[in-house]
T-cell receptor, first 113, second 113 residues
Framework: GDSVTQMEGPVTLSEEAFLTINCTYT??????LFWYVQYPGEGLQLLLK???ADDKGSNKGFEATYRKETTSFHLEKGSVQVSDSAVYFC????????????WGLGTSLAVNP | EAGVAQSPRYKIIEKRQSVAFWCNPI?????LYWYQQILGQGPKLLIQ????????DSQLPKDRFSAERLKGVDSTLKIQPAKLEDSAVYLC???????????FGPGTRLTVT
């Protein structure tokens, strides 16, 4: 079945460091891919998305590119801030699965000043 | 555009008591989801509605959990009787017709003592 694998956390970085959170997926067909962010005590927010191969999703300085050849959707940010401290979830949605989201386990990011 | 609304934000009950959560999705969104998120884990889909019909309730513990969306708009999730292991955040999400992404409310944090 469809699945998402994320790099394990926690990830701890200093402010202005470069961030990469790896995400790979297994799916039949051509899923849509998402990154969600969950700040402490809050619900999940859609951070960015990509719906087809080679699409690049971007938002708030974060980027991720849909790589079909490597079945990956890695999240990157060039310079993290303390306010980026949160849990990041990679997810996919496949058309033949009632558009149900398949989630990774989440990666906790802590950014120190 | 108003987001997904949920209430209450927090609830503390004793085991074997009952509890109900309410969700109002984004206006016009046909699909509504209820998730359970246990601390440190990703969200687990409990039930998915399309308008007022159930699309997927395969992971809903039907002996104690129930959900309804009578008029195809807002929804209620009930637990009766609650168990200690039901302590979690209950998230509601909605999605537009034909869309793959889901938009989440702030969640209800349930503590069962």
């Amino acid at each position: 079945g469809d699945s998402v694998t994320q790099m394990e956390g926690p990830v701890t970085l200093s402010e202005e460091a470069f961030l990469t959170i790896n995400c790979t997926y297994t799916a039949t067909g051509y899923p849509s891919l998402f990154w969600y962010v969950q700040y402490p005590g809050e619900g999940l927010q859609l951070l960015l998305k990509a719906t087809k191969a080679d699409d690049k999703g971007s938002n708030k300085g974060f980027e991720a590119t849909y790589r079909k050849e490597t079945t990956s959707f890695h999240l990157e940010k060039g310079s993290v801030q303390v306010s980026d401290s949160a849990v990041y979830f990679c997810a996919l949605s496949a058309a033949g699965n009632n558009r149900k989201l398949i989630w990774g386990l989440g990666t906790s990011l802590a950014v120190n000043p | 555009e108003a987001g997904v609304a949920q209430s209450p934000r927090y609830k503390i009950i004793e085991k074997r008591q009952s509890v109900a959560f309410w969700c109002n999705p984004i206006s016009g969104h046909a699909t509504l989801y209820w998730y359970q998120q246990i601390l440190g884990q990703g969200p687990k889909l409990l039930i998915q509605f399309q308008n007022n019909g159930v699309v997927d309730d395969s992971q809903l513990p039907k002996d104690r959990f129930s959900a309804e969306r009578l008029k195809g708009v807002d929804s209620t999730l009930k637990i009766q009787p609650a168990k200690l292991e039901d302590s979690a955040v209950y998230l509601c999400a909605s999605g537009g017709q034909g869309a793959y992404e889901q938009y989440f409310g702030p969640g209800t944090r349930l503590t069962v003592t």
